[in-house]
């Protein structure tokens, strides 16, 4: 479970989050959703204890701020929008960094740790990848390659920044249930930026909107994902349906040209 | 096991080459005498060599010592520059670019001139204090360049590094007009040469080889996970700045070590690192061990040359590896990514 309150941050002394809160329960899936530079990926980037804020934010029942940069890795992976990768990494030495967090100083990793990271690929299917180098993948490779970076950290929340930005519509859903897979049988805790709304509805379980920096609602899909307040916080037109599967899809509309 | 395979011959490489400096040169000593005579230095191994008393002092007093200082100096300038490769995420940086050698120069330059009543230890602690000063301010130089948008990418940094040098050699210039009756002296060891190596200089130089390569080496997986950024770095739990000051001042240490005995030696730390990662891949847990021991096999060779091929007279080792190191140098810049890091 993450608990974040009040959470406040400041950039280059200009306020970017102000007094964000929401909660993301043990196993479930929160995305944040907000118009670009509203400050999704600095709240998550906060979260992973990469940035100076104020307020809090706890993990279960401890203040994520009391744990030392390796405890606090251990428990919550990040995967960056744009992860670097080293073109010339084997797959498997890459995955391998997801262990770092459990290492001591001058520590090499041992057997656990090749079967986390093994456990780690087998579940994103990229075992066949192990020696290949990381410049010779396809996108939807990669991505599942940094996922299984951050599984083999075996975290107690996943945070994901735009996990699918740079995938076609098929492999963005294979990652996305891949994920959902993965926090329903090991019980990870998945916080998410997402920009397709429609998406956001169908995997997460809340969602929370951002609006400069402030939260402008939040909750399940259907409460949220509403023609007012996406006009509003986005500036855009828009028709929210009921998908087939009852949550909402969101489609724009262009203004003056309906019935074309 | 491929990288077993590469450490095995990059250990046979060193092998060979001092074996075939031990055995060419002005004196010409019989192979299996020499042979015989090494064999004999291993305790409880009695052979006798035929090596009479002269010969016995060309290998154990000249050659070998030689052979020794230039394995450690190789490897030391191989090692910190795949340190500090590691450091700023570079292929193109070494000592030499980074003017961190250009700093050790200097340092010792200043206490030769200026210290000189002060004892035989200012010299490395000057060239260490010169060479961390010049790697600080190049890497603040590359910095402002990055920042200030002139170019983000491999070349600032070495620009930066490269005008860093020139001005430090320009200051050690300054310094030695000051003294004239050093030039010499100064001048006959900034071109880098192994000729006066003695057993005396190994073992004065090795406690901080040892320790500043112990360091290096020990810092490998955490070079590993700096490529993949500082934020991610963070985010795995390693404090990156910690880990840069902490190789950075090892590396400095390394080069000053490595000036103390040959002078400058340019390229050795941009070629070995390079070829140890064609051979074996990226990670530094492996291109660390395999330059130490490339870079030793590479200079040992060097020299070798540099004693032989106009005989009687002997050129500068920096003239050697500059002969040949230009040249790869070259071929490194054109398998950069133009991306850069």
Known sequence: ?260 | MRKAIALGAAAVFLIVAALISALVGAADLNPVNVAAALAGQVPFVHVSSGLNQIDRAVLFQIRLPRIVAGALVGGLLAVTGAGYQGVFRNPLVDSGTLGASAGAGLGATIAIVYLGGLGPDVVPIAAFAGSLAGVGVASLAGVIGSARGISNGPATLLLAGIAVGLFLTAAQTLVLQQSTQVIQQVYQWLLGSLAGASWQQVTEILPYSAVSATVIMLHARYLDVLAVGDEEARALGIRPGLVRATVIAACALAAASAVAISGLIGFVGIIVPHVARRVAGPSYRIVLPLSMLGGAGFLVLADTLARTVVAPSELPIGVVTALIGSPAFIWVLRGTRAAGT
């Not at chain 1, 049988?185 to 998410?192: E, H, K, P, Q, Y």
Request: glycine share 12%; net charge neutral; charged share 20%.
């Open chain 1, 1 to 260: 479970m993450i608990r974040v309150s009040d959470l406040t941050v400041t950039l280059d002394r200009r306020p970017v989050l102000h007094d964000v809160t929401f909660e993301a329960v043990t196993g479930g899936w929160l995305s944040l959703i907000g118009p670009n530079g509203t400050g999704k990926s600095t709240a998550l980037r906060a979260i992973a204890g990469l940035l100076r804020y104020t307020g809090t934010v706890f993990l279960d029942q401890t203040d994520v701020r009391s744990l030392r940069g390796r405890a606090r890795a251990r428990a919550i992976a990040y995967v960056p929008q744009e992860p670097v990768l080293p073109p010339d990494m084997a797959v498997g030495d890459y995955v391998m960094l997801g262990r770092t967090p459990h290492l001591g100083y001058l520590g090499m990793p041992g057997g656990r740790d090749c079967l986390a990271a093994d456990d780690a690929m087998r579940q994103l299917d990229v075992t066949r990848f192990t020696e290949r180098r990381l410049g010779h993948l396809s996108g939807g490779e990669r991505q599942r390659v940094v996922l299984a970076r951050a599984l083999a950290t075996q975290p107690s929340v996943l945070l994901l920044d735009e996990p699918t930005s740079m995938l076609d519509i098929g492999h963005q859903q294979h990652v996305l249930e891949l994920v959902d897979g993965l926090r329903r049988s090991a019980g990870l805790t998945v916080v998410s930026t997402l920009h397709d709304l429609t998406v956001a509805g169908q995997y997460a379980d809340t969602l929370v909107l951002l609006s400069d920096g402030r939260v402008a609602a939040a909750g399940q899909a259907s409460a949220v994902l509403t023609e007012d307040l996406i006009g509003r916080v986005y500036g855009a037109d828009v028709q929210v349906a009921t998908g087939p599967d009852g949550r909402p899809v969101v489609s724009p509309v262009r203004k003056g040209v309906a019935g074309l």
